[in-house]
């Protein structure tokens, strides 16, 4: 009876775990809603890679968490991030993955 139980939590685990990975999109197109900077990192904190205008098109591949705040584009010769609310997506932006969006600390400067 528990290798049965076993069993069955292991099989419906893994069909509610393939779900979730099968939901996600790799990519989307949007369309910018005014004129934004495109940043290096998904936060009005970091560097300004980049400008786009109102109606440009471009491709979403990621998200910064699961609230979405935050937009990872590709560009033409890289990426960038845009805030969600300046995009009109042609789909669903949370079937988008989460991109991983830790900064590494670079090495301390020598003390003096």
């Not at 890289?78 to 669903?92: K, T």
Request: glycine fraction near 12%; hydrophobic fraction near 40%.
């Amino acid at each position: 009876m528990r290798l049965l139980m076993l069993s069955l939590l292991a099989l419906l685990t893994t069909g509610l775990f393939a779900e979730g990975v099968a939901a996600q999109t790799e990519t989307i197109t949007g369309i910018v809603d005014g004129t934004t900077n495109v940043r290096s990192g998904p936060d009005p904190r970091f560097e300004i890679v980049g400008q786009l205008q109102d109606g440009d098109q471009v491709i979403v591949d990621g998200r910064e968490s699961a609230a979405g705040r935050w937009l990872h584009i590709t560009l033409e010769d890289a990426g960038g991030w845009i805030p969600a609310f300046i995009l009109r997506p042609d789909g669903d932006v949370t079937t988008l993955p989460i991109l991983d969006t830790t900064v590494e600390a670079g090495p301390k400067p020598p003390c003096v």
